[in-house]
């Protein structure tokens, strides 16, 4: 198949699902062609990739970029220059907006006789964000109900997602449900000198290491982190290692130093790759309060590490309750840092918390399962 990816290319779970999709799908031998404003940051090329920059005109009219209309134009080019199949857009705003007017562009000029594909299907995977906050917003809403339901095939990456989009939205429309995947050759607990080496430098004196990873958006509410952390370390000497950067980062260092626990927290920003981090951790908080799958959980968990979270949207159909970790009410800190601690204490439960983390990852979430889901559905979409 030739197949167009159009995705964020920053840090963020929809990008790095894109992205890992893309890849897994250009080694099967499939065309993919990301397109976007930048590189998505984890795109290595190879055989079978290719990336097509979205340029933007400037004029001084426009107080506002003209990204959707822009985008349109690039699948356009791209579709016909290539002869895409299908487009994937992965978080609805705007690309499944730019999808639609660009596939009325090439059906008018394939009836007009100007070649093209009269044919071209458009796939959108809801992510997230784009369903429960922004996509509700009253200057989006109306586009993205008209955009989902003009798409060829929806996907969603929980259940959670699927019912919440189509109560919310009114849409009958099916949704798939296809959840995220993880590499897991690249996300394994790593035991080499280096791990043990870092793992001395953080924690020199044998304390638990317990990580968070995000974008430090208010919604992932890393203060409750810290404040978890702050009750944790008073029964047992641990660490807190924060990974990401975003707009809730100052206020969470002055929370670290006001609560005088500031020497016992690393903030590491944006890092790459941290499986290696992951594979000293002892436990993955994830206390958002709003969440449709919780990419960096699984991440957590295929290296073996369990997880406690809050119940937010789609993290009970990740994360279970009393075997992968557990889970507590959104907020509730208290129950947050007795579910840590009492893992942290109890060396057998954690040890069969820690194998269910990693046997549930390998028996759900394996890419090569959810891959073939998604070249199913593509083709299902392209017989349709
Ligand atoms: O919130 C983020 O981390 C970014 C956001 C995105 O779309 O870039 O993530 C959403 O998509 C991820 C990949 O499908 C999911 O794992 C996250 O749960 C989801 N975030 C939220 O629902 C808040």
Redesign the pocket.
């Given at each position: 198949m030739n197949i167009g990816i159009l995705c964020?290319p920053t840090y963020?779970?929809?990008?790095v699902?894109a992205t890992e999709l893309g890849k897994e799908l250009a080694e099967r031998g499939h065309k993919v062609h990301f397109i976007s404003y930048s590189i998505p940051m984890r795109l290595k090329f190879s055989e079978n990739i290719y990336f097509h920059k979205v340029q933007m005109a400037s004029y001084p009219l426009f107080d506002f970029g003209l990204y959707s209309i822009a985008l349109a134009s690039k699948i356009v080019e791209v579709a016909k220059f290539n002869g895409l199949d299908l487009v994937h857009a992965h978080?609805a705003i705007p690309h499944a907006t730019s999808a639609y007017l660009a596939r009325e562009i090439i059906t008018q000029e394939h009836i007009n006789g100007k070649n093209g594909n009269g044919n071209l299907k458009i796939i959108t995977t809801l992510?997230?964000?784009?369903i429960?906050l922004v996509g509700l917003e009253i200057s989006f809403l109306p586009t993205m109900k008209f955009s989902i339901e003009k798409s060829d095939g929806v996907t969603a990456?929980s259940e959670f997602l699927k019912v919440k989009t189509q109560s919310q939205y009114n849409i009958d429309k099916h949704i798939e449900v296809i959840p995220?995947f993880i590499d897991l050759e690249h996300y394994k607990r790593i035991d080499n000198d280096e791990t043990r080496c870092l793992k001395e430098r953080i924690a020199k004196h044998g304390e638990k290491i317990i990580v968070h990873t995000?974008?430090f958006?208010p919604?992932k509410r890393v203060d409750d982190c810290i404040r978890i952390f702050n009750e944790v370390r008073k029964k047992i000497p641990s660490k807190l290692l924060l990974i990401g950067d975003g707009p809730e980062r100052s206020a969470c260092e002055y929370l670290a130093k006001d609560l005088g626990i500031h020497e016992d927290i690393k903030f590491y920003g944006n890092l790459e790759s941290f499986v290696e981090i992951l594979s000293i951790a002892d436990l993955f908080l994830m206390p958002?309060q709003?969440?449709?799958?919780?990419?960096s959980a699984l991440e957590a968990m295929a290296c073996g590490v369990p997880v406690v979270s809050s119940n937010a949207?789609g993290l009970p159909e990740l994360n279970l309750h009393g075997e992968t970790g557990y889970i507590a009410e959104m907020g509730d800190i208290n129950k947050m840092s007795d579910y840590v601690k009492e893992l942290l204490e109890n060396k057998n439960k954690y040890r069969i918390f820690s194998e269910n983390a990693r046997e549930r990852a390998v028996t759900l979430f394996a890419s090569d399962k959810i891959v073939t889901q998604y070249e199913n559905y593509y083709e299902k979409v392209l017989k349709a």
């Amino acid at each position: 198949m030739n197949i167009g990816i159009l995705c964020y290319p920053t840090y963020g779970g929809s990008g790095v699902v894109a992205t890992e999709l893309g890849k897994e799908l250009a080694e099967r031998g499939h065309k993919v062609h990301f397109i976007s404003y930048s590189i998505p940051m984890r795109l290595k090329f190879s055989e079978n990739i290719y990336f097509h920059k979205v340029q933007m005109a400037s004029y001084p009219l426009f107080d506002f970029g003209l990204y959707s209309i822009a985008l349109a134009s690039k699948i356009v080019e791209v579709a016909k220059f290539n002869g895409l199949d299908l487009v994937h857009a992965h978080y609805a705003i705007p690309h499944a907006t730019s999808a639609y007017l660009a596939r009325e562009i090439i059906t008018q000029e394939h009836i007009n006789g100007k070649n093209g594909n009269g044919n071209l299907k458009i796939i959108t995977t809801l992510h997230g964000t784009d369903i429960t906050l922004v996509g509700l917003e009253i200057s989006f809403l109306p586009t993205m109900k008209f955009s989902i339901e003009k798409s060829d095939g929806v996907t969603a990456v929980s259940e959670f997602l699927k019912v919440k989009t189509q109560s919310q939205y009114n849409i009958d429309k099916h949704i798939e449900v296809i959840p995220n995947f993880i590499d897991l050759e690249h996300y394994k607990r790593i035991d080499n000198d280096e791990t043990r080496c870092l793992k001395e430098r953080i924690a020199k004196h044998g304390e638990k290491i317990i990580v968070h990873t995000s974008n430090f958006r208010p919604l992932k509410r890393v203060d409750d982190c810290i404040r978890i952390f702050n009750e944790v370390r008073k029964k047992i000497p641990s660490k807190l290692l924060l990974i990401g950067d975003g707009p809730e980062r100052s206020a969470c260092e002055y929370l670290a130093k006001d609560l005088g626990i500031h020497e016992d927290i690393k903030f590491y920003g944006n890092l790459e790759s941290f499986v290696e981090i992951l594979s000293i951790a002892d436990l993955f908080l994830m206390p958002s309060q709003s969440e449709s799958f919780g990419l960096s959980a699984l991440e957590a968990m295929a290296c073996g590490v369990p997880v406690v979270s809050s119940n937010a949207g789609g993290l009970p159909e990740l994360n279970l309750h009393g075997e992968t970790g557990y889970i507590a009410e959104m907020g509730d800190i208290n129950k947050m840092s007795d579910y840590v601690k009492e893992l942290l204490e109890n060396k057998n439960k954690y040890r069969i918390f820690s194998e269910n983390a990693r046997e549930r990852a390998v028996t759900l979430f394996a890419s090569d399962k959810i891959v073939t889901q998604y070249e199913n559905y593509y083709e299902k979409v392209l017989k349709a």
